[in-house]
T-cell receptor
Framework: KNQVEQSPQSLIILEGKNCTLQ??????????LRWYKQDTGRGPVSLTI?????NTKSNGRYTATLDADTKQSSLHITASQLSDSASYIC?????????????FGRGTSLIVHP | GAGVSQSPSNKVTEKGKDVELRCDPI?????LYWYRQSLGQGLEFLIY????????KSGLPSDRFSAERTGGSVSTLTIQRTQQEDSAVYLC?????????????FGPGTRLTVT
């Protein structure tokens, strides 16, 4: 069964600090892995998309890593800001029979305090 | 440009009633996805449309759920004989293509409450 596990479930940090969110997956066949940011009451917004051959990808203060061998990914947030408070969702797409179906993690709820 | 829009933003319905949720994807996007997000749960894939191909309905939880996409654009998700466990936020997303590597753009969702 395709699964995506995220940790921690929730995280509280002080403004300006760094943090790292983890994602482990068992999805096959693998197509790509995505990190989304979801603010309360809004739809998710994409941060990064990583394919099998990519080890790291950055988007501003967000840096995602992917280890396809161990099926692990991380999202590192540098110099956190209050606006980073949101849920961060790891999504893995599998490619099967021409369809690209996503499996979602439950997300990590990040709260940044001043 | 306009993003993905969904209507209504909120819907309260009585158990047993039918509801229709609408999604207007970004113009030109050939792929459209419906998801459900229950309280405290991750997003759950429901159905996927790609161009004129037959939709992938593998995520629909029961035969009370159905979806259509007319003219390759607007999509309607219909839930018949609603149950309380159908209460959730229903999200729609579209992408330029459905071949995996393209960005998905999400709408704001429809919050459905079944009383």
């Amino acid at each position: 069964k395709n699964q995506v596990e995220q940790s921690p479930q929730s995280l509280i940090i002080l403004e300006g600090k760094n943090c790292t969110l983890q994602c482990n997956y068992t999805v096959s066949p693998f197509s790509n892995l995505r990190w989304y940011k979801q603010d309360t009451g809004r739809g998710p917004v994409s941060l990064t998309i990583m394919t099998f051959s990519e080890n790291t990808k950055s988007n501003g203060r967000y840096t995602a890593t992917l280890d396809a061998d161990t099926k692990q990914s991380s999202l590192h947030i540098t110099a956190s800001q209050l606006s980073d408070s949101a849920s961060y969702i790891c999504v893995v797409l599998n490619a099967s029979g021409g369809s690209y179906i996503p499996t979602f993690g439950r997300g990590t709820s990040l709260i940044v305090h001043p | 440009g306009a993003g993905v829009s969904q209507s209504p933003s909120n819907k309260v319905t009585e158990k047993g009633k039918d509801v229709e949720l609408r999604c207007d994807p970004i113009s030109g996007h050939t792929a459209l996805y419906w998801y459900r997000q229950s309280l405290g749960q991750g997003l759950e894939f429901l159905i996927y449309f790609q161009g004129n191909s037959a939709p992938d309905k593998s995520g629909l939880p029961s035969d009370r759920f159905s979806a259509e996409r007319t003219g390759g654009s607007v999509s309607t998700l219909t839930i018949q004989r609603t149950q309380q466990e159908d209460s959730a936020v229903y999200l729609c997303a579209s992408s330029l293509m459905g071949t995996g590597g393209y960005e998905q753009y999400f709408g704001p969702g429809t919050r459905l409450t079944v009383t």
